[in-house]
């Protein structure tokens, strides 16, 4: 059955390298279908992949090949939950050594510049939760990472290290 609901991403003639990258590095992650190009469009040919459909962590999305038109912003992310340090370092490894960049608090971008949150679940768990003091002592302890290190974050959800 097709979704109702489709996030289609927009990238400049690599929307199947994306795809693939997804399906091979998240779970419930897959690549479903390549549609080529009827015909010349302004910014591609005949036959030139045009859209991919695929989906990422269980969520369906397409891939768009417009052209160098617009650009990915941190306006829109992917957060995907961790469950231990070794899933949070496999993701992030993952997008940042393959040609993409880290940034604060648990945010890299991949090399299509499309945001990603790696986030540990022990974090977003903590910081949600209803302890303000145990809320405050995570998110102090975040804002101080790129990678999110989980026992320095259930350090500070302990109490430890103040």
């Not at 977003?124 to 002592?137: E, F, L, P, Q, S």
Request: charged letters at 25%.
């Amino acid at each position: 059955m097709t979704s109702k609901n489709t996030i289609c991403l927009w990238f400049d003639g690599e929307a199947e390298a994306a795809a693939n990258f997804y399906a091979k590095t998240f779970p419930d992650s897959r690549v479903t279908a390549v549609h080529r190009a009827p015909s010349d469009y302004p910014s591609g040919k005949e036959g030139d992949v045009l859209t991919v459909d695929f989906t990422v962590a269980g969520i369906p999305c397409v891939g768009l090949n417009g052209g160098p038109y617009f650009k990915h912003s941190e306006a829109f992310s992917f957060q995907i939950a961790t469950d231990d340090q070794e899933e949070t370092d496999r993701l992030w490894n993952a997008i940042v050594g393959n040609g993409g960049q880290e940034s604060e608090c648990g945010w890299c971008k991949d090399r299509w510049g499309l945001s990603w949150q790696i986030s540990p679940r022990v974090l977003t768990d903590a910081v949600m939760g209803n302890d303000k003091a145990v809320a405050r002592r995570a998110f102090e302890a975040m804002m101080t990472m790129r990678k999110i290190d989980v026992a320095k974050i259930e350090a500070a959800v302990r109490g430890e290290g103040q």
